[in-house]
């Protein structure tokens, strides 16, 4: 089969946002530019395709937004395009304007719909691994994780400042619903005493033991880190146990929250962001369609969008023992 | 009556920690130095004083501390000192080292501690206002109200980049029982539409008939600045209000917490800690005793101890005005 | 005189820039755009009057810029204003919108410029003292100093890291030609031993004495500060001076040069830029002109143009000997 | 040959000081008393081992460092040490205390040093690759390198503000004697137009008519980063090159300096410098002598000490290639 010539595209960010969008975003409108294509950006994900939210760019529209959090495109979660009306709607908008080829910057949810996409409509698309979590197939490297996790190290060394001074004991829930990458990290980096994640059960005895012992010799400073997806439920279910088997200790709870998004991106998310909106054009323009960009032991690797899941990553047992052995 | 001569003095932090405490520490220990008095370190403010947990501090005892936040001295509330008995005790630890004179680093039940261990054991003290709140009387700037203030609005500004990714709305409650500043700083520096504070009674019906009128017109992004001792009981309160009001509303809380304690002092946090610092040294040696060291227009400002209580302020119609419009 | 009813106002940033530009600009469009007024936007100031570079602005073109250092307006030194024939095109310009106001956001020489204008062509103006010197008459805060000292802080305790580890000696420039604010501030907020200022002659043979003694000692580290104004002529200066006293010492030069103009505002900044900018449009709704915004005392100040020079200020033998003694 | 067991290490900084070393001291500390071994920290790398600067460390002596710049072991280059005198100095001094183990945290010099001290004194070594430039054989990572280049990009970031609002050229000068990784990475970050780097000849002429064409367009914002060890001579030896074809054009020069060694870590490099620091000691203890410690493809790599020589590296045409289109 002949490949199709791209000629126009769109770039869309969806889902959840993360810091270094902007920098994909950026690098699709000026490599596009570079070979000669017109350039789209869709609004809100899925959700501007189907409501005709498209505008044409070039390389001003992306002027100085490489070190801004966010996404100039914004983003969204978008129902109807689940439904075969919605796609239908969406392919319309980009048939008017002979938008042929789609760079797709998000999750693995918003690749099912480029790959679902494809098939009804012959819009071929590639898609950009945007999410804070790092838990996507095919790539070690996620745009927004590092800076995510350089945000919650940075805020755990100032709670620890105040930790300290007043010999407390901290539970503090960072961003993970499934995946414990942020908590793992940013609790080596912080020295935290226990960190708990969605990957491995916690023996919750063995915790409660070592507090105790604690307690005994008045040592009280005692930082968890707590992903929000743990068994149990966050930084609020660990306290709950706590105090039932401690009700004498004096505990304090952060939730770092939505500050774990936003942010100038650091260095890397650039850089990655970067090289794989390069990359994701290339592919266009070469005819290699529908699958995502990832890196891996520093070279691109290109992922089939529909294997692109969520990544069921095991936490080595060397990560748990340095855990153990760093923080003990 | 002749002023005793202070010979060896102690310097304690008591109460909440703030940012830039280990700045006064360091100008204290170094003025006291400088002057020729032995100057002693009380761990953890009364606690340490009645536990006799006091040490001996030179020059290198505070090198490289004055860009840390926390305090080297820790600090704790003491309920022993609202006791004769621990008060006494607390005499007998300086008497037997010859400590004839007190640097206490903190808030206005800290100062008012002071005033009563001068009254009934004849150590004079001075007082240094240590406290991210701000509201003490005597003072325009207290140690690590700028820093707390800084690290509210980097945090918000990373939440508004994730906002506007998502036209989402955010309610982001900062510290504050008894004072708004933080609020109002933050929330001006920031751009919040509205900020709702303890001194002030907010007009709930207009503000969501405000946030009404965005939702018709589908502007959805909107950032709400609350303290915590507001009168609808913080991010979670207003949130509640708005729900009941505006069921569809897509609403996001964050609330900042323990964050704001820590971190390294700013500029201006370091600056006025070592000169406040270096002040009440100096009254101590002068002879100008149970005062505060507060700095008003510029200068340095002597408050009796029993009169530096908690400011109840007003906020000026000026800085409401301000908001309201630059907000609109 | 009957006061000229003001309807149109243009707002320009001029001479260097300084972080907080941005949140006064907001302010003033805001403000404006409150009371009705339209409000113009000129670029690179006076030469964008010149050059008639002016836009209608509203308030989405000053949307999410609060935190952006740097100037969306653009700044520049112009030559032609300083000519009659380029005052004219640019009061043709001004005339042919109607435009009948300015907020001029800048240093003293801008003002006087300002002066001039309105005595040739009656145009008002206001102007709001941007600069990161800190060192205008009839204000304590300009817009930018807070930001620009907190930059130079951060960048002296990363090389106080470097410095450490190698007990080696740095002589840190800081800006400020005339005035040696930033160098008092950053230098007492590192712990610096030496800070060197034009405000001040520095006693070079008792610095000389005392790094002699230090190198005796073996006691390497110290760390000066020196505003690139100052007699010896910056840290080369400095450096020439110490190599011909102790040709052995091993010293370090970092001239920190303009990272000091940029970045993301501080919480003062944003907030007395806002307050200025607001008070800017209320003056020229009021009628009062040719008036600089101060702050004195935390209430406004209002400072004729032509008096708004260059302030000539002493610093004190207060913090001359506060440094003497921190730093000892 | 029986492998000798080890009982007492001794850990060290040498070389240039890179932040991330407190992270790798706290974990061979950490991991070495977790297995029952003393450790002693020597001071100032080499020239503490001759001086007998050593002292024993336990987990209280890397509490809270995780975080900090800099070494609190410092460190030095030391002549003394390429003479057989000095090293036999060093080793009586490991003697006397039975310290039979050394981890050494440093560059590739450091390292020749301690494959030679083994030769000749039977003291085995690891190492641990401790520096900024990013430039040893047999690793993927470096300790501080990811730190330095987030302070460049962040310093960058704040010069392109100012550089937009005055629309004026920057020449900056980012650490890099034999390696541009500094300048690629920061300069791909903040969308340089330019990148010059030692491993690659830049074409000056294609440069110089570039910056013409753009001169001419009157789009005079213009940002070239320069590895201080690119063939030009740095910053100066650019604005030289500049001036002579275009003597019109503004230029500024910021050389970035020092900033860059200092700060508090990131995520990346406490991690990293955490598992390095577990893994030398694991390797000790298991008679895994004389080699470094690398990560390669996510996992610890072994490269003998004599062969872990500075990487002479090729920049890849694929990250030319990216700087050219994204900075077009």
Request: charged share 30%; proline share 2%.
């Amino acid at each position: 089969m002949a490949v199709k010539k791209i000629t126009k595209i769109g770039v869309m960010t969806s889902g959840g946002d993360s810091p270094g969008m902007n920098a994909a975003i950026r690098a699709v409108v000026r490599t596009g530019n570079y070979y000669g294509l017109e350039v789209f950006g869709i609004v809100r994900g899925y959700q501007g395709l189907i409501d005709d939210d498209i505008y044409k760019m070039d390389n001003k529209s992306v002027a100085n937004i490489i070190q801004r959090g966010g996404t100039i495109l914004k983003t969204a979660r978008c129902k109807e395009f689940f439904e075969y009306e919605g796609r239908k709607k969406a392919y319309e908008n980009l048939k008017k304007r002979g938008i042929n080829g789609l760079v797709i910057i998000g999750g693995d949810g918003s690749f099912r719909g480029g790959k679902r996409f494809h098939e009804e409509f012959d819009i071929p698309s590639v898609g950009i691994p945007g999410t804070i979590d790092r838990d996507i197939v095919g790539t070690e490297f996620t745009i927004g994780f590092d800076t995510a996790v350089n945000t919650a190290v940075e805020a755990i060394d100032k709670i620890r400042d105040t930790m300290d001074a007043h010999d407390r004991m901290f539970i503090i829930e960072v961003m993970g619903r499934d995946a414990g990458f942020i908590a793992l990290h940013s609790g080596i980096a912080t020295g935290a005493e226990n960190i708990l994640i969605p990957e491995r059960k916690t023996d919750i005895q063995d915790m409660i033991a070592s507090l105790k012992e604690k307690e005994k010799r008045k040592k009280l400073v005692n930082l968890i880190v707590v992903a929000e997806g743990d068994e149990f439920g966050g930084a609020e279910g660990v306290n709950k146990i706590i105090k039932e088997h401690l009700p004498e200790m004096d505990t304090r709870i952060c939730v770092l929250g939505h500050i774990q998004r936003g942010g100038s991106p650091t260095c890397i998310d650039r850089v990655i962001a970067s090289r794989m909106g390069y990359h994701a054009v290339e592919c266009l323009i070469n005819g290699t369609f529908n699958i995502m960009i990832g890196i891996k032991e520093n070279r691109i690797n290109h992922t089939p969008l529909e294997k692109a899941a969520k990544l069921k990553t095991r936490v080595s047992d060397e990560w748990m023992k340095i855990v153990k052995i760093l923080a003990s």
